[in-house]
């Protein structure tokens, strides 16, 4: 970007910190974020200055390209780091990739890594940073990582890290603001320009200050960013623009012999980009000053111009006779309209980024293939296109993955391959059930055990039976799944295959559960042990979200908690996202039973943009959360809940959102609905239930009015449905779940008892089943019943008092508990009572999240 760096003085200092305490052994993680041209290059670029002789300085760029490249900024270290760290890189190798930069990072001297707009960061590198954000703090090492934080939406990819990187120690932040008005005037000393306008114009951004600057007319400045790049454009010369445009269909950098290839004239050429600031020119490669340049040229050109460039820059990567980037030609070749060579490099593409982790990626590739899916032969046709269905599941598009795998299915009934029917069929049965299809995945997983009964592959008859045991056990259909499963499991050990062994036992220990039988943890245990010994940690996530659920239903929330702590650190470890985000349920789940209901329901948000499934389960703890506040939204949340789980027909989804849904109509005083929806489901989950499902089910039935049997399961609910409940509150207190034990005393008719319910429901801000009961002690003649919190408290969703809100609006003004005290006339005491109060229920560790936090609850929109 050239020019000075102003107003940047104290991230300089926190950078220079950074490298000081590398050196030491004490690394750490520096993030830089602000909008585009705001300084986060310059600022990196900085750290070469700040690092002693022995230390190292590696920059690694992410590339603006339709479908990133696998592991692209790391790629850009080769002939930086060692040859074996680059050749892992080329090969895509992310076990290897991890192994060797983390040697790399931990060598003598201290080094900082830089990544360059992680904004288009691709998954594999993700992968490989999230791995390095949690050790970097025991190495000589900075890892920098610039992005832009207004292109982040909810759903980035890049979340997760920023996730990881929160929980560390060693973190800094660097939020890069816009240059202040008395900044940009002393940047615009010297030009004929007037600074206000100039300031009004550019709102301080530094690129744009500094390009409307270049532009020398300063009698019509530019009104945008690609006006000013353009006007510095036209003092060049025709041959310097028209490399220039060659040049910018590249995103990021370009090697040096590829700029001298497409070139006319060499580097030479360019001499006049780079002296009036364009380009940068280094020993090994050309890049330009900034990405905004570069976009802008490529934004202005025609299309016919820009295709031509693209043509050129392929031409040149395939004569040059060297190794290709495949990502890079794919890429190339699309924006050049160039299919033959997208048939012919495309499935390697995919093939890289699917084994590097790059699922996002690999579903792009494949994309590209099948929509040219004519150029190949019929068997190539449905290879490709169950590795396209493989990939669409991976990332959570169910709807395409059926859709692909359907049309690979065809074309294997064509192909008369058995075998290879048989596990497509499976597969197929698999992405039904995710796209919450259980009748069409039943259907496609009887036929591939058919199918594969008399073709001879034991290992494929081993998956297609465990898949069937699966569906039997989520079914209720207990029995089945008991007796196909142990086949399978037996199968699998004459194979020693541990994947299919675990994934049998689990389906076996958790029906045996179902059905009570005394050896089900036994089984699970072994599942697990399998699993985890042969590195299968799919499997071991899976063996673990079976038995925190199973030890919910059962009450043993003490126990899930204990369970689930080692599953959430396993699964964020290991990078098993999806299990993550269902862990993320379970933990809502358990807070939920524990009477957080804000804090559940911040779980629960985490798991929204999660598979179908599993964000069914999340609506039902969102709503019920909400409802059970009194808060706007709940019922709309368990609607959406309710159809998810009816789609799927599965008792276990069934009956927690029906419950939910009758519920929050009984908390209403208007359940006709609800039980009209709920009633023709009642008898799946009466047979095939879980018990906690099935007795909790029947008592809201059986609360709004609508007769229904009970059982003799001994569960709290079960002892309500029989008039015991008081035997049932004191189960729940016991338990840990305050809301039921409150719920089970609304049963009694002595005021004590209502009056402890009372203060329960108080204490959890449980107001509309407190408002409940305030009626039924009036009813009862108690004269002096007791207010509730006050309607500040209850309006909004961390239940901060009028007093705590008006604290809060106090620390988003930067205030401290001194200032505070003198602006609300309290003493400082007080105010470190309210602001630790605060913190609390706010969830937040420091000041600055608990702002944030009220911001993101809409607490200060007022303010």
């Known amino acids: 970007m050239g020019g000075p760096m102003l107003e940047r003085e104290q991230e300089l200092a926190e950078l220079s910190a950074a490298v000081r305490e590398a050196a030491g052994g004490m690394g750490s993680i520096v993030l830089i974020n602000g909008e585009a041209g705001i300084g986060k290059t310059n600022l990196a670029g900085s750290l070469s200055s700040m690092l002693p002789p022995d230390g190292r300085l590696l920059v690694g760029y992410c590339d603006d390209l339709a479908t990133r490249r696998v592991f692209g900024p790391l790629r850009d270290l080769a002939g930086e780091v060692g040859a074996a760290l680059a050749e892992a890189l080329e090969s895509a190798d992310r076990t290897r990739v991890i192994e060797l930069l983390q040697a790399e990072l931990a ?76 900044a940009v005037r002393r940047l615009g000393d010297g030009h004929d320009i007037d600074v206000d306008r100039l ?28 006006e000013a790049v353009q006007a510095r454009l036209h003092s060049l010369d025709v041959s310097a623009r028209d490399a220039l445009e060659l040049l910018s269909v590249i995103p990021s950098s370009v090697e040096r012999w590829l700029a001298e290839t497409i070139v006319p004239g060499g580097l030479p050429a360019l001499a006049s980009a780079e002296r009036s600031g364009v380009l940068v020119l280094e020993a090994d490669r050309v890049a330009f000053r900034h990405e905004l340049t570069r976009r802008s040229i490529v934004d202005s050109m025609p299309v016919t111009r820009r295709v031509a460039c693209h043509r050129t820059v392929l031409r040149a990567m395939l004569d040059a006779g060297r190794s290709v980037d495949v990502s890079r030609v794919v890429h190339h070749a699309a924006e050049a309209g160039d299919d033959d060579i997208i048939v012919k490099y495309g499935w390697a593409a995919a093939h890289e980024a699917a084994s590097a982790g790059s699922h996002t990626e690999a579903v792009a ?11 190949f032969t019929p068997a190539d046709q449905a290879e490709l296109l169950e590795g396209y269905a493989v990939e669409c599941y991976t990332v959570g598009l169910a709807d395409l993955a059926v859709a692909a795998q359907q049309d690979a299915v065809r074309l294997r009934r064509e192909l008369r391959d058995p075998v290879a029917l048989g596990l497509a069929l499976r597969w197929l049965s698999r992405m039904h059930w995710w796209a919450v299809d259980r009748p069409a995945a039943e259907a496609a997983a009887a036929e591939a055990t058919v199918i594969l009964t008399d073709a001879g592959d034991a290992r494929a008859l081993a998956l297609a039976l465990s898949n069937e045991s699966h569906l039997h056990m989520l079914s209720g259909r207990l029995e089945e799944s008991i007796t196909i499963g142990r086949r399978a499991a037996r199968m699998a050990r004459e ?32 599942a697990l042990e399998v699993a985890l010994a042969a590195g299968e940690g799919e499997h071991a996530c899976r063996v673990w979200t079976a038995l925190v659920w199973l030890l919910i239903d059962s009450g043993q929330i003490a126990e899930a908690e204990t369970v689930l702590r080692d599953a959430l650190e396993f699964a964020d470890e290991g990078e098993f996202l999806g299990y993550l985000r269902h862990f993320r349920v379970c933990e809502s789940v358990i807070s939920l039973a524990r009477g957080h209901l804000h804090q559940a329901e911040r779980q629960a948000e985490l798991a929204l943009d999660a598979q179908t499934i599993t964000r069914g389960e999340a609506l039902v703890v969102q709503g019920r959360a909400r409802v059970r506040r009194g808060l706007p939204g709940g019922r709309e949340i368990l609607d959406e809940a309710w159809q998810i789980a009816r789609r799927l027909g599965e008792a276990q989804r069934l009956a927690p959102a029906a419950s939910a849904l009758l519920e929050a109509a009984w908390l209403d005083g208007d359940a006709a609905a609800a039980v009209t929806a709920v009633l023709p489901w009642y008898e799946e989950v009466r047979r095939h239930g879980l018990k906690g499902d099935r007795a909790e089910l029947g008592h809201w039935l059986r609360r709004v009015g609508t007769p229904v049997g009970a059982e003799f399961s001994g569960h709290p609910y079960a002892l309500l449905a029989h008039g015991q409940w008081r035997e049932a509150a004191e189960v729940w207190q016991r338990a840990g779940y305050p809301y039921e034990h409150a719920l089970a005393l609304t049963e009694s008719d002595d ?19 407190g408002r409940r009961v305030r009626e039924r002690l009036r009813a009862l003649g108690v004269s002096r019943v007791p207010r509730g919190p006050m309607s500040s408290t209850r309006q909004n969703a961390a239940q901060l008092t009028g007093r705590q809100l008006e604290v809060v609006g106090l620390l988003a003004e930067g205030l401290t508990n001194a200032e505070i005290a003198a602006r609300l006339v309290l003493s400082v005491r007080t105010v470190d009572a309210h602001v630790a109060a605060v913190l609390g229920k706010l969830h937040a ?19």
């Open 199 to 226: 300031y009004a114009l550019t709102a301080g951004n530094p690129f744009f200050v500094v390009e409307v600057l270049a532009a020398h007319d300063h009698e019509k400045v530019p009104a945008t960013v690609s």
């Open 845 to 863: 560790r420091t000041r600055h999240d608990a702002v944030r936090e009220a911001r993101r609850l809409g607490l200060l929109d007022d303010r």
């Open 751 to 769: 005021p004590a008892d209502l009056l402890i319910a009372l203060r329960t429901l108080d204490g959890l801000g449980a107001e509309p089943l």
């Open 495 to 526: 194979l020693d295959d541990a994947a299919i062994l675990s994934h049998a036992l689990t389906n076996i220990g958790g029906s045996l559960w179902y059905v009570y039988q005394s050896d089900a943890r036994t089984v699970l245990a072994e």
């Open 107 to 182: 060598g003598a001297g201290p080094t900082v890594l830089v990544v360059e707009d992680l904004h288009w960061v691709d998954e594999a590198t993700l992968d490989v940073l999230r791995f390095l954000a949690r050790r970097v703090s025991t190495m000589p090492a900075v890892l920098v990582l610039t992005y832009r934080d207004d292109e982040l939406t909810r759903d980035h990819p890049l979340r997760h890290l920023l996730g990881v990187v929160a929980r560390t120690e060693r973190v800094r932040r660097l939020a890069l603001p816009p240059l202040s008005p008395d």
């Open 365 to 375: 590739h494949y994309r590209r293939l099948v929509e040219r899916r004519a150029a």
